[in-house]
């Protein structure tokens, strides 16, 4: 008899212990969080202007650059009365440090007279194509493009109007 409650007792606490290690578990446990940066924003500062200028019978280009400077092609003549020169001007607010891509036009924007049309092309921009913001939160971000003139362009002021051109910027 002693033998049999020793089995029995040899097979109950095999029973136990492999019942322990089967049901044997851990947890962990683990927190997520999420930060909402403050979105990018951009906002006109100064429309482009490309000033007074005239033209021959053959077609030119008056380039405006991002800091505000023209040159000329071709048959366009530049007054000495400049009349306004500007280029666009926008300052770009969000997140102090953060980098940010620009998205200028990449085809053409008419400007209209009445009937008669001129188109802008090959923008260009300070920053370039990527800008970084300061530590205060903000850029200011200059737009420069060629103007397109005709031969014998038509006097008159010419517009973007109802049409203006966008430019874009998102975070990288």
Do not use: E, H
């Not at 007054?79 to 085809?107: E, M, N, Q, R, W």
């Not at 800008?131 to 031969?151: H, I, P, R, W």
Request: aromatic share 6%; hydrophobic share 40%.
């Amino acid at each position: 008899m002693k033998k049999v409650y020793l089995l029995f007792f040899i097979v109950t606490g095999f029973v136990i212990a492999g019942s322990r290690s089967a049901k044997a578990q851990a947890s962990a446990t683990a927190t997520s969080t999420a930060n909402i940066v403050t979105p990018i924003s951009i906002a006109k500062t100064a429309d482009m202007a490309f000033g007074n200028l005239s033209t021959s019978g053959t077609a030119g280009t008056v380039v405006l650059t991002p800091a505000g400077s023209r040159t000329k092609t071709g048959g366009v003549t530049l007054p000495a009365t400049t009349g306004t020169v500007a280029a666009a001007a926008f300052t770009v607010s969000g997140v102090a440090a953060y980098t940010y891509a620009i998205t200028l036009p990449s085809g053409t924007v008419t400007l209209s007279s009445g009937a008669n049309t001129m188109t802008i092309s090959t923008f260009t921009s300070n920053p370039g194509t990527t800008g970084t913001l300061s530590a205060g939160g903000t850029q200011t971000l200059s737009v420069g493009a060629t103007l397109n003139v005709g031969a014998s362009q038509a006097a008159g002021t010419y517009t973007t109007g109802a049409s203006p051109f966008t430019v874009t910027v998102n975070y990288n």
